[in-house]
């Protein structure tokens, strides 16, 4: 019941009226409060903020009774209002009942019928207030677990991954979006439907039977290509909490791109294992000539076989030497040491390190590095730029022919240091040009048929450079030679100084 | 017998072409070879050999398999025996065995190829 008091506003312009009912009220511990009229009754109701009861005449200067009843209605729709007049007849009672009055007592009425009434109206107040609130709870109730499934089916047809659910008998009792759009021809069939008519893959139906008739609980997992993608499909049983089998969920997960990868993986490692197992048998057929004197024995064609043999096997070292590299480079493990680093000094050391071999071929070797002061300092990795520049010119080198020239050159603009490495050797034709960074490329003619090459060397200078942020540029043709630009971001374009 | 029969060996591992022109010199072949499809058709047309002996994949996929043809297309080198060397990888176009329209070639052998082979494949094709 009420904690505190029950307010009550009686409003009559009898000023006896007002002063017996407020005795009478007051007496039962209710705080009262009069109007004399039906405006001073509003006036009071809203700077009281409301009453519990109002109990008033009908016949009052400036508003009656009926016009009040409407007026509080409109106000507070909880609010009790009791009539009380002499002037009672059914119409009037009925009137007032229509406007919303809750109850009528005729004058004159003796204090216990007042005090009735009052009572009454309070506990019908009281229970309807009450009524209200479950009432309003129960909607709120009801929100939240509309709101918590429609947040499920909002999850669920949110899902990337297709969900198919199948009841006891096999037939299809939800799937979501990603289902629709997987198995188009799934939805054209209204729930529920049985699987083997919805879904035209007999590997996906039987998996999905296979875990729902299952007497074990059972798990299963494939892979089913359905059209041009992969998917990987989990089926598991939908258990009631006694553990009995109430159907089956499965979740169909696309895995083409994985797929692509894993090809594109095998078919590498297939490539790897061609390029080195020619070589290798080469050398063991050369080695075998010498030793198994199938071919005579001549001591410096021999010998000649076996600094071959030594060749090959030295090129065949560096190739596995840069396929480490490379994979160390494609799985992020290939960690770059960046700092200033001098372009000059690098190149220069690279260079003097190829010296002899150009003397060798009558090459002539030039490096113009001109005020080593003007080159800006570059950040990089020094190994790998030496890596890089030594690489270039051990390319200059070999495609050129005996007497030709190798010029390099370093320079910088402020924003990019830049070494360039020319020749006048063979040359590329542009279909060549274009294909010269691809893994194991390498051009296949007459000249280049006596030069040893992994066809790695390219592929990992441009990788080195993508890492770095700089750029490779090459320029060449046929018989006229070529050269191949690299630039670096210097230390203050690098760090945005 | 070997006297006087010419093979031509192409093929652009030069180090193999040394170790299989070495044991057939030895045993009394005359060899000449090539590098590359193209120079091999050239040397076939230039020396009018006896066999030839080809590398399936040279620089593309498909460079022994051209020289194959163009060999059989030409009338100078049309009746040439040829013997093509093929590795596991490679991939022969719808069938295995030789193959008038598609493979013109008289026999397949797998890389890697003991010199002693090649030896025993060159005599059964001259003989």
Sequence with gaps: MAERPSRILVVDDEVGMRDGCRRILASEGYEVETAEDGQAAMEKFRAAGGFDVVISDLRMPR????????????????????????YATIDTAVDATKRGAYGYIPKPFTPDELLLHVRNGLEKRALRIEAKALREERERRLLEVAFERSKSTTILHCMTDGVLVVNREGRIVLRNAALSRILPSCSDHPLPVPVAEAVELPELVSMVMEVVQAEAQVIASREIAIGPCTYMVNAAPVLEPSGETLGAVAVLRDITALKKLEIAKSMFVSMVAHELKSPLATIES???????????????????????????????????????????????????KRQHADLCAIVREAVDAQSDRAAEKRIELLLECGDPSAVDPILADTNAVRSVVSNLVDNAIKYTPEGGHVHVRVDSNGLYARVIVKDDGIGMSPAERDRIFDEFFRVKNDYTAHVPGTGLGLTLVRRLVDMHQGRIEVDSAPGKGSVFSVSFPTVSYATGM | MSEGRKVLLVDDDVDLVAVNRAVLESHGYTVCVAHSGPAGLQKAKAERPDLVVLDVMMGTNSEGFDLARALRADEATRGIPLIMVTSVHTTVPFRFEPDPQFLPVDRFVEKPLPPESLLKEVERLLA
Excluded at chain 1, 69 to 83: C, G, N, S
């Design chain 1, 63 to 86: 508003m009656g009774g009926m016009d009040l009843i409407e007026a509080l209605r409109a106000l507070d729709e909880d609010a009790l209002l009791l009539v009380i007049t002499a």
């Design chain 1, 286 to 336: 050369s080695l075998d000539i010498v030793l198994s004197g199938i071919a005579g024995s001549d001591p410096d064609r021999d010998r000649q076989m076996l600094q071959r043999a030594r060749l090959r096997a030295s090129t065949l070292r560096t190739l596995v030497s840069d396929l480490l590299n490379l994979t160390a480079i494609q799985t992020g493990n290939f960690r770059l």
